[in-house]
């Protein structure tokens, strides 16, 4: 009997009935446990005719599915909590369910899939494991796989309809090609031929032809919140661009030497594109424009700060020149008045700045080493 994953329930954003909920991790749980020793045994059948190199990969990647499903499984029953579960939780076991597989990361390629979806392709490719291993039943069992080739086909017709309009055309021709055939080998099946050798190609195209299908239209739902997100940084970067060449005015303004580094433009980037193969190198150049911002920011924040806390360590001082009684000493209100006046220049020669501040400084040590003499 072909293992299927059972149909999930609601949708993202719904809050199925908890007796669909109950029923479908029940099911759930039965798909895998059974799709886990379904695996071991197409692998040990694998080793035992010599042919594991043969399936590695899609044995690698139906292991990778069933760990990302079991895991996600988990998850959804520990929230299911035995059935003690409100609006609210029944919510977050929907977005579980129709959300994005985000932690498996054991999956190749980044595979971004659903639950449904993971299980679906998980199904795919066991049934082409099976058939590439001749673990199919015979010809007494044609019936039963021209059966599950209508199922698929009609799963196929589901998927090609969200395909995008540019390449509908071709999904639907493969469609319409693969069913031509199926309807070939129906025929032939009913007038008692014997169509096994018809049947395991047809299988496998289908397959191939449905595991398509789910990886490019996980691949676009990928793209598109690349492309939100793509837009978000943008926003975020042009704002930081305007903010950032304030700063580097003011900073150029106020300090004198000031950091010398470029605003980067963003609109030199170009539009944001909207395919899988673009936006990904699109994305990394926003990085690496926030990167450069980021660290443009720093130096000339680091130049202002440091005028900044000149001021403030001769406030400092001065307030400790006063607190001592010395704060009107010639040598002192001359050297503070200069310092004053030097640090408020635009743009303020830094490192006189530094000097007149440690001038400062060192009168103030001076004249309290006198004040504490003439104490004594």
Not at 47 to 64: Q, Y
Not at 137 to 160: F, N
Not at 347 to 373: D, E, G, I, K, N
Request: aromatic share 4%.
């Amino acid at each position: 009997m072909t293992l299927t994953a059972p149909p999930a329930p609601g949708g993202i954003g719904q809050a199925p009935e908890p007796a669909a909920l109950q029923a479908y991790l029940s099911d759930l749980e039965a798909w895998v446990r059974g799709r886990r020793t379904e695996l071991d045994e197409l692998d040990q059948a694998a080793l035992a005719a010599n042919r594991g190199a043969d399936v590695a990969s899609d044995m690698a990647l139906s292991l990778a599915l069933w760990k990302a499903v079991s895991d996600r499984y988990q998850l959804v029953f520990a929230t299911w909590d035995g059935g003690r579960v409100l609006q609210a939780e029944r919510e977050r076991i929907s977005t579980l369910v129709w959300g994005r597989l985000d932690g498996a990361s054991s999956l190749p390629g980044g595979l971004v899939v659903s639950l449904p979806e993971a299980c679906r392709l998980s199904d795919a490719l066991a049934g082409q494991l099976r058939t590439r291993l001749a673990l199919v039943p015979g010809a007494d069992a044609a019936a039963a796989r021209i059966k599950d080739l209508r199922a698929q086909c009609e799963r196929l017709r589901d998927q090609v309809a969200l395909e995008p309009a540019t390449g509908r055309d071709a999904a639907v021709r493969e469609l319409a090609g693969l069913m031509s055939r199926l309807e070939v080998v129906a025929d032939k099946a009913q007038r008692g031929a014997d169509v096994g050798g018809l049947l395991g190609p047809l299988e496998i195209d289908a397959t191939r032809f449905e595991r398509d299908l789910i990886v490019g239209n996980a691949r676009r739902r990928e793209a598109r919140g690349q492309v939100q997100q793509a837009r978000e940084l943008r926003a975020d970067l042009e704002a930081r661009e305007a903010a950032l060449a304030q700063l580097a005015e003011t900073c150029v303004r106020t300090v004198d030497p000031a950091p010398r580094y470029a605003v980067p433009d963003v609109d030199a980037l170009g539009p944001i594109p909207n395919t899988p193969e673009q936006i990904g190198p699109y994305l990394a150049r926003l990085d690496r424009v926030g990167q450069a911002m980021s660290l443009a920011q720093e130096r000339y924040a680091a130049a202002l700060a440091e005028r900044d806390d000149l001021v403030a360590l001769l406030d400092a001082y001065a307030a400790k020149a006063r607190a001592l009684g010395v704060a009107e000493h010639d040598d002192l209100r001359d050297s503070e008045r200069l310092a004053r006046q030097v640090l408020a220049r635009e743009p303020a020669p830094m490192a006189v700045c530094r000097q007149l501040v440690s001038t400062y400084q060192a009168w103030l040590t001076q004249a309290q080493s006198a004040h504490q003499q003439e104490t004594a």
